[in-house]
């Protein structure tokens, strides 16, 4: 994907604030159960640190979604301006949750379900 350098400069800008965050510990990541995406919340945003499977041949990625729209943002780790942004900050929110007991976001909430019904 072609981007012009002002849109580049603002991803770059969210990564490094998403990255600032995490490392002063004001932005919880939670590890998903049987994965290893990582997820956090962040103004009415959802954050997913990807793939399901981590190897060193694998891209990773960083999707970013609003929780009222289906719009989203994906930046991948082989993106030649964005990707070591992008494998900075799955390094550190691994360091950060790899002892951390995985959730699971799917899962029935008995308060979530009393609020729907």
Known sequence: MTRDPETTDRLRRFIDQVSSLTEKHELHWDRQSGSAHRYARLNNHLLILGPATPSGSVPRYLFITPFDSPQCIEINSNDVELGPAVL??????????????????????????????
């Open 88 to 117: 900075k900050l799955v390094h550190d929110v691994e360091a950060l949750t790899q002892n951390q007991p995985a959730t699971d976001p799917f899962a029935v909430n008995v308060e979530f379900l009393n609020r729907l019904v």
